[in-house]
């Protein structure tokens, strides 16, 4: 799991909130993300390989696709973390006991402890930063604002936002050394904002664009033929719970961090967190803690199902290089789609074969925000006058 008790606990003179979590039965803490993470990471990869039946994939170029793709690489790469990281705890006892040694000459299990967390961290933050930029890009792609360029920016603030925060809230922990950490609250409250700065950015931001860029769908769809039919309501509609879908796999994932670290916050203003009374806190805490290892590794796998459905098991490791007979009005359009190609694109076989520049370009914003969704209706497929291949 992602949390930053793990740098925390990484200091010898660790707060008692973090060593309460910590020390609560960490064969089976470890035991529970080693599982999870594991069948995360292997429905993941089973979700984005190519399958038998389906038109051979192209890597997406457009900018929404790239940015799906880069948010399951970043969950793939943290739950290795994750994995990486429980195995050795669990493998070697004698060489994580190091860490909270008094006189301890041996730095290795201390490095150990903090990269692997800041790696875990750092990862996910990142996958936070891209889902905000993935709102960011829908919203400006309804706004004719945004175009392939954009992913070069978008690239720029993940990473630079991911790493700068990760190295400042690490730095500002473990000042002036690593001994001397979690002394007072000034060392950890820096690193505890960083860290869950970017949750709560997607947590309050991205609900309020997805619910603008649904309103812009709508008018664009309007506009498209100066009519809203049935079939333009519901492709409306379909968008509209993708968004849903990927608000709710993220809350699901994420809300018992948020309720955890509130937790331990309040057991650690208290003069002793062992107190009866607290008995129930405690409890809640410890429970939240074993959920966190459950639900943070599982967000790459139920991301893929929010983001193209359920692709199936029938996996074709036998690439082929052949045209796809796209019949789209722009071939960039036709070519953006992973895992699964997904087309929009105007079906009228009336006598005027020319579309207009901004109907072609209203095709193309509801093609990249539509694109790997495999979960559609196949009779929005054949009678919408908007889109094809739904």
Known sequence: MASPRLETYCC????????????FQPEVFCGVCIGSASVSLLLTILQLLPKKGQSPRKMPKASSS?????????????????????????????????ISAANRTDMWPSAFCVGSAMWIQLLYSAGFW????????????????????????????????????????????YYPSLSSCENGLEHAVPHYITTYAPLLLVLVVNPILFRRTVSAVASLLKGRHGIYTENERRLGTEIQIRFFKIMLVFIICWSSNIINESLLFYLEMQPDINDMPLKNIRSAALITWIIMGVLNPMQGFLFTLAFYGWTGWRVDLKWRKREIPWESMSSSVGENTYPSPVNYQSNNHDSKKISTTDSQQTDEAISMLSEGNTSGDDRLTRNSPVYQGW
């Not at 707060?15 to 979590?21: E, F, I, M, P, R």
């Not at 930029?133 to 720029?156: E, F, K, P, W």
């Open 12 to 23: 010898p003179n660790r707060d008692a909130a973090t060593q309460l979590v910590m020390s």
């Open 66 to 98: 790239t940015i799906l793709l880069l948010i399951s690489i970043c969950d793939i790469l943290g739950g290795l973390g994750m994995i990486f990281r429980s195995s050795v705890w669990l493998g070697f006892p004698s060489f994580i006991a190091n």
């Open 130 to 173: 891209w889902l905000f930029c993935y709102a960011v890009d829908s919203y400006l792609v309804v706004r004719r604002s945004a175009g392939l360029s954009t992913i070069v920016l978008y690239h720029m603030m993940t990473w630079g936002l991911a790493v700068m925060l990760c190295v400042e809230g690490i730095a500002l922990l």
